[in-house]
Nanobody, 123 residues
């Protein structure tokens, strides 16, 4: 059964950095679009960044611009979300998703295949 494993979350002070990792044991991420989404308490799941099959980047809004980056390391079958200059409003559970064709359009429903990793930004 497909299972995504998200890791790297934690408690960090405002202005700090975290690097999240997404992998899927037994499932090759390389051919697919892989995205990072997040869900804050009481809020809807929202896209953060997504890397297309050709490694072009899809952004969802402006929240991550200039602060977050996404990339793949195919040798490790892992997609990373590097987060810097973290703000309290980045506090959420972060999930990775996949799509066979392209990154989901904003507002498009996505399926979650992992438990997510919690990011808490607080002083």
């Amino acid at each position: 059964q497909l299972q995504f494993v998200e890791s790297g979350g934690g408690l960090v002070q405002p202005g700090g950095s975290l690097k999240l990792s997404c992998t899927a044991p037994g499932f090759n991420l390389d051919p697919y679009a892989i995205g990072w989404f997040r869900q804050a308490p009481g809020k809807e799941l929202m896209g953060v960044l997504c890397i297309e099959r050709d490694n072009q980047i899809t952004h969802y809004g402006d929240s991550a611009k200039g602060r977050f980056t996404i990339d793949r390391e195919n040798a490790k079958n892992t997609v990373y979300l590097q987060m810097t200059s973290l703000k309290p409003e980045d506090t959420a559970t972060y999930y990775c998703i996949w799509d066979e064709i392209r990154c989901p359009a904003p507002g498009h429903k996505v399926a979650l295949w992992g438990q997510g990793t919690q990011v808490t930004v607080s002083s």
